[in-house]
């Protein structure tokens, strides 16, 4: 099975530090997308990164991939009361015609 | 301007019941898929179409039946329904390439069967 493990389960952090995810998989991938659920709704994209790249930036967002390990980790900044979500990470391997997604980190960022 | 859309948002039914769920994208995408996240979070792919041709059908019960009109609908009918269908499902939907898969997600259904 490709299914991607986040770790940890859960996380809670005070407002204002860093939050890093981490997730593994299990065979090689086309590339590795994390997405962010809200409470109660749907999964919204927040970052894809290929296989042959090693670090990606978007805003407050950090994604690394080490292939070579199988892992990738979500780094969130400056974290703020409203990035308290599910983090899921989702991989796409080569060949694969669907996503598969990982069981996700609850984030709490306390005020 | 929602670019999926799901109907209806909650569903509570009893068990033996059929029900339908349906699904619209307005992003021109060609490929939609229906995934199933069950009470502990986990998110797993049931069915996908492209260009409205069944490309993903996972290990699921044949009383669920996926029909898809057009490419910017996919409808989920289930006959028969169960306790275990309880979940919450979500249709999404991306442009079908080898390299990148972006997927957008509808707001969700939740499927309560007693």
């Known amino acids: 099975s490709q299914q991607g493990e986040e770790d940890p389960q859960a996380l809670s952090i005070q407002e204002g530090e860093n939050a890093t995810m981490n997730c593994s998989y299990k065979?090689?991938?086309?590339?590795l997308q994390w997405y962010r659920q809200n409470s109660g709704r749907g999964l919204v994209h927040l970052i894809l990164?290929?296989?042959?790249?090693r670090e990606k930036h978007s805003g407050r967002l950090r994604v690394t991939l080490d292939t070579s390990k199988k892992s990738s980790s979500l780094l969130i900044t400056a974290s703020r009361a409203a990035d308290t979500a599910s983090y899921f990470c989702?991989?796409?391997?080569?060949?694969?015609?669907?996503?598969?997604f990982g069981q996700g980190t609850r984030l709490t960022i306390n005020p | 301007d929602t670019a999926v859309s799901q109907t209806p948002k909650y569903l509570v039914t009893q068990m033996g019941n059929d029900k339908s769920i349906k699904c619209e994208q307005n992003?021109?995408?060609?490929?939609m898929y229906w995934y199933k996240q069950d009470s502990k979070k986990f998110l797993k792919i049931m069915f996908s179409?492209?260009?409205?041709?069944?490309?993903i059908n996972e290990t699921v019960p044949n009383r669920f039946s996926p029909k898809s009109p057009d490419k910017a609908h996919l409808n989920l009918h289930i006959n028969s329904l169960e306790l275990g269908d309880s979940a919450v499902y979500f249709c999404?939907?991306?442009?079908?390439?080898?390299?990148?898969?972006?997927?957008?997600f509808g707001p969700g259904t939740r499927l309560l069967v007693l």
């Open positions: 989702a991989t796409k391997g080569r060949g694969a015609q669907k996503l598969v």
């Open positions: 065979t090689s991938i086309n590339n």
């Open positions: 999404a939907s991306s442009q079908w390439t080898d390299y990148q898969e972006t997927q957008y």
């Open positions: 992003l021109g995408h060609d490929t």
């Open positions: 990164i290929r296989s042959n790249e």
């Open positions: 179409y492209n260009n409205k041709e069944l490309i």
